[in-house]
């Protein structure tokens, strides 16, 4: 099969400056070639290699650091080459690039956060400690934190003074976060979880097979705090109370309709703010 890509044609042009028929083209154009690409996995595949006999002859390298002159005990070594007085610095330099990227991740995150409170017409004023707290904590602990709205809910849950444990492992699970007084597990979900309801029901029955009866397991999407936050503890409670009530009429399960119903039941709940910019 042959794919034919006219690159450079496309490239002149901005995508907002083709026409109709030209972005059709286009369109098509990159359609083939994924096809291509998807019907000629070989392309990406490692070659093939006869197994290579290793040179043992010490050879002069560069040092990746330095530049001075190493000697190695093979002609073709495979990993980056470091002499004696660069070795342990390097590494270190490695790790402490990694640790402000990570550092540099959780602020961009924090700030992310704050910016969305803001959208939504918080007062930030009551926001000021709890931030602070959240901040603290996710740059000690950067593993608790996968997303500024995960952030957004715990300033919201401390400025409500609701005592929030987080990535709380439960059996083989790890719950975004538990707020034990309220015998809630709070997940901030992101769209990938429309495609896996059946695994999370599953996750969520063996959850509370573990923490027991009075628990339940809430699902917010991550949309809601986005346009919302506001309202998330008085949202997890709702959904919480009606739970409970429902297992109480289906002798302790969850019917299959619920889910749907959920959904239109936060719909009610966070409402819709005039106010977002
Ligand atoms: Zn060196």
Redesign the pocket.
Known sequence: MSCEIKWKETAVKKKSELTRGEQIQANLRSEEYRKFLFNNPDLFARPVREPQRIEFRETKHL??????E?VVATSRPRLRV??????EG?EKEKQETLKKYVELKIRVMYERALKTLEKQGSIMAWYKEPAEAVLEKALAEPEKFSSSQEMIAVMELLRNEVKVVLQKRVGNYVIDMVLPDLFIGLEIDGYMHQYKRVHDNKRDVAIRAVLGEKWEIIRIPTHYVDENAGRLLRAANSIYKYKQKIRGENGGLIPAWFSTREHEHYKELFGKLKNIK
């Open positions: 040092c990746w650091h330095c530049n001075d190493v470091y002499c004696d007085e660069c070795k390097s």
